[in-house]
Structures are given as structure tokens and as C-alpha cells.
């Protein structure tokens, strides 16, 4: 926690911008999951 304090204020917004783009990362990956799941379900029901 102490080296954070210690960093530019350039430097903690990148680990930001950073954190945000795993964030938005993560939510894509599950959303796309969520449908391709939805679609398999649609096909089995189809079936």
C-alpha cells in the first residue's frame, strides 16, 4: 500500500486505466459466455 503513495500521479492513473480495461475485459468474456450458452440452450430446446 505504501508504494502506491510513493508513485507519479501519471504512473497510478495507467494502473487504473489498467485495472479498468480487465474489468471491461472480464465482463465481455462472461457476457459472451452467458450467449453461447443461451444459444446452446436454445438448440437443445429446438431439438
Known sequence: MC???VL???RREVI?????????FAALS???ALINL???LID????
Open 3 to 5: 508504494e502506491q503513495l
Open 8 to 10: 507519479p500521479p501519471l
Open 16 to 24: 487504473h486505466m489498467y485495472e479498468m480495461f480487465i474489468v471491461v
Open 30 to 32: 462472461f457476457l459472451i
Open 38 to 40: 443461451i444459444i446452446v
Open 44 to 47: 437443445n430446446i429446438k431439438k
